[in-house]
């Protein structure tokens, strides 16, 4: 492969499909035009950067990702007449030589037209004629076109474009002020006299000169303009008509809204802190309905494995086997799964499951990386149910596991010295064999044999997590996620091809991480990630956020809870433009609002608390950029919100079975 062709690849990868070109046809033809042909001799080098370059006569090649997006919004078939107005270097026309059936590329400069023409020829574009002329008033001669592309900022829409557009066909065009960026505008023509307009986002282009564009001086030329006839309506406009009002978390109606991801395979649920009320009580409602009307059956949870385990065997009623007896969630951090809300959405499992056959009953599972100590004892007590002399052989290959199993954090450190060097090797080893043994184990009691394979394979990786750990950097988050997404396949496999999940997790782990500072500059993968690449458009991702309020959290790890004041968000960030929006809670589906999508594209700033909150360096603490419509697939706002309620030593119930979860 040729240097350019590398280049050129990597163009498409990361300058195009990262910041959300979808079309495949585009990004073919992105990959296949050598731009390089297209710029100025001894600009070969930089003909792959993310940007402009200058060609002759004051103009410019634009930047690939502009040229991607409007060509991406003209929306070009195999069998279409198109129409480019403002040839340039050619290179644009080359990329709608790939996609349409005939071009007509006009320019105005007659050497830069001849020059293009030259370069056309030279590729084999044989469908491209290029024109000199005034690209303002079209080619009448060769309408109408069922496509028309403008790579110039003009005043207004020329109406000789509009007029020579076919039905049905598109014009995509920047349109504003010259001197400032312009509204780049889809214009499609439903009848002979109806036109909708679809916003794109704010471009910076040259000047559209011409008889219905500005005038050589800077002044309007145009003749055909109204005023007030195109309304650009601004990105708070925009959002405010987008998102879909909430009604009140009790209210069924809350839970159809989301019906639309029902045929989803798995289903993201993230939060932008760990202590916010709204978060848990609409992910509650969102699960039940989810569970009720569209067979969900998994609900899988950012805890810890044999903590949620317990919780599982309350709301299945299933039968304690022996392993640990403590109460879960008894850890720090305590309020993130030992609240009000979990526990309303727990007893209201149970209550569900109880008029269910066992094997249609919703479970609850954890997906995290850290009760080490849980997840050897279940191990352990398991074998000794099943197979007491395999129970002996683990307790010895647990042995250099078990100083550290209640601080195992501190495990990073040892491993440096020869004696704990093999443990890797028998905690893995101990996973094999009970894998290996999987007929004979989980004949009689499938899901606790499911229970005893996950915590064997937890502890495996709980050993390298907290080995890597000790060196810092992205290898030890990209392994906890790793084994989260392996944990959530290794449950859907188990519960058969026709399962699904809903996945409660952080926004960070939730939102795809390759449209996050996390992916584009840490290197860092998330469950989000690895479920759109596995499970495509079957996987959806809904970030939770808000714009201030209190939430619950800790100023240092393992301080106590506090509950604290939300700082309003920052000014360059996401959150505070939905709060100028003046939104109530509500739902946006970026996959719905394509135009709302694309100006939302350039990242932005993006609050994330979790167990910690240090109010007084968030920029540092908190806040990273993202691209939020790639990184989501909807977003549920609250602009307010409030602190979970945490459950005290008061927290007791003599109504319920022994199983209950958070008896004290």
Known sequence: MSEFAHLRDRMVDVQLARRGIRDRRVLDAMRQVPRERFVESGFEEFAYEDGALPIAN??????????????????????????????????????????????????????????????LSALGCANCIVHTGDGTRGLADEAPFDAILVAAGGPSVPDALKRQLAVGGRLVIPVGNFEDEQSLLRITRRSQTDYDEETFGAVRFVPLIGEQGWAEDGTRSASNHVPGHTRLRSLTDMVRAAIEPLPAFDDPAFGALFDRFGQSRIVLLGEASHGTSEFYQARAAITRRLIEKHGFRIVAVEADWPDAAAIDRYVRARTHRGGPSETPFERFPTWMWRNTDVVSFVDWMRSHNERLPATDRAGFFGLDIYNMRDSIAAVLAYLDKVDPQSAAVARERYGCLTPWQREPSTYGRVVLTEGYRKCEAEVVRQCQDILKRQLDYAADDPDSFLDAAQNARLIASAERYYR??????????????????????????????RSKAVVWAHNSHIGDARFTSMGAVRNELNIGQLCRQKFGEAASLIGLSTHGGTVAAASDWDAEMEVMRVRPSRRDSYERLLHDAGTTPGLIEFRREEALRRRLLEPHLERFIGVIYRPDTELQSHYAEASLPQQFDGLVWFDESHAVTPLGPEHRRIDVPDTYPFGV
């Open 58 to 119: 004051n103009q410019t090649i634009s930047q690939p990702y502009i040229v991607a997006l409007m060509t991406e919004a003209a929306e070009l078939k195999p069998t279409d007449r198109v129409l480019e107005v403002g040839t340039g270097s050619g290179y644009a026309a080359a990329i709608a030589s790939r996609l349409a059936k005939t071009v007509h590329t006009i320019e105005r400069h007659g050497a830069l037209a001849r020059i293009a023409a030259q370069r």
């Open 468 to 497: 890597i750990m000790y060196y810092g950097g992205a290898e030890s988050w990209n392994l906890r996620d790793t084994h989260m997404f392996e944990t959530l396949s290794h449950v859907l496999d188990a519960h058969g091809p």
